[in-house]
C-alpha cells in the first residue's frame, strides 16, 4: 500500500506552546488528507478534512482558530496545536487519499502537553 | 449515543480459535464498512472493506454486513499470535469519503500462543 508518514512521533511540549504536525504522502499526490484525534480507549474522531490549496473543513465542535490546517502541497499538511494545554494531549493521525481511492493512515503522533 | 458501538475487549482467544468480533451503528446511510487493524502506537492499517450487505472473504478473514439490523461482523480463522491488535471497525456514507469515516472504539484482541 502508499506510504504515509506522520512527523513526530512523540511530543512533548509546555503548556501556552505550539506544536507542529506533518503528514507526507511519500509515493502518491494526496488530492485530500484527514486529520483525526484519538484519547485512550476512545474511537479514532475526525477533526478536519483539508484538499491541497483551500481552506480546510472542520468537524462540528473543533475549533479551528487553536487546530491549524495547512494542506500547501499535494504531498504534505500539517496540523498545529496552538496554545496547546493539557486537554489537547492525545493522539493524532493523519490519513490521505487520491481520487476516492483508500485512505492510508499515518503512524500517528502523540501529543503530551505538560 | 455513539454512531458506532464495538465493545473494546479485551478478547483473549488461544492460538488456532476463530476471533469473533462485531459492530453495530445507528445511522442508515453508512454504505461502506470498514475494518482496520490498529497496533500499539501505530496508524490503522486497513484489513478489508464491505459495500452494503453482504459476505467477504480474504484468506483468514471474513467480513459481513447485515444492514437490515445494523450490523458487522470480522471473524478471524486460525487465529496467530500476530493477530494480536485492535480491531476497529469503521464506515462512510459515500465512496468518495474514504476518509471521512466513523469509527468504533475498537477491540483490543490477544491471542495467546
Known amino acids: 500500500g502508499a506510504v504515509v508518514s506522520q512527523h513526530p512521533s512523540r511530543v512533548i511540549c509546555k503548556s501556552g506552546t505550539s506544536v507542529k504536525i506533518e503528514c507526507r504522502s511519500l509515493?502518491?499526490?494526496?488530492?485530500?488528507m484527514f486529520w483525526y484525534r484519538q484519547f485512550p480507549k476512545q474511537s479514532l474522531m475526525l477533526m478536519a478534512t483539508s484538499n491541497e490549496g483551500s481552506k480546510a473543513t472542520y468537524e462540528q465542535g473543533v475549533e479551528k482558530d487553536k487546530f491549524l490546517i495547512n494542506h500547501a502541497s499535494l504531498t504534505l499538511s500539517t496540523l498545529t496545536v496552538t496554545s496547546a494545554h493539557p486537554e489537547d494531549s492525545s493522539f493524532y493521525i493523519c490519513s490521505a487519499t487520491w481520487g476516492g481511492t483508500e485512505a492510508f493512515f499515518g503512524q500517528g503522533t502523540r501529543l503530551t502537553v505538560v | 449515543q455513539k454512531e458506532v458501538e464495538q465493545d473494546p475487549g479485551p478478547l483473549s482467544v488461544p492460538e488456532g480459535a476463530i476471533v469473533s468480533l462485531n459492530c453495530t451503528y445507528s445511522n442508515s446511510a453508512f454504505q461502506y464498512f470498514m475494518w482496520y487493524r490498529q497496533y500499539s502506537r501505530k496508524g490503522p492499517e486497513l484489513l478489508m472493506y464491505t459495500y452494503s450487505s453482504g459476505n467477504k472473504e480474504d484468506g483468514r478473514f471474513t467480513a459481513q454486513v447485515d444492514k437490515s439490523s445494523k450490523y458487522i461482523s470480522l471473524f478471524i480463522r486460525d487465529s496467530q499470535p500476530s493477530d494480536s491488535a485492535t480491531y476497529l471497525c469503521?464506515?462512510?456514507?459515500?465512496?468518495?469519503?474514504?476518509?471521512?469515516?466513523?469509527f468504533g472504539a475498537g477491540t483490543q484482541v490477544v491471542v495467546t500462543p
Open positions: 509515493d502518491f499526490q494526496a488530492t485530500t
Open positions: 469503521a464506515m462512510s456514507e459515500e465512496t468518495d469519503s474514504w476518509g471521512k469515516l466513523q
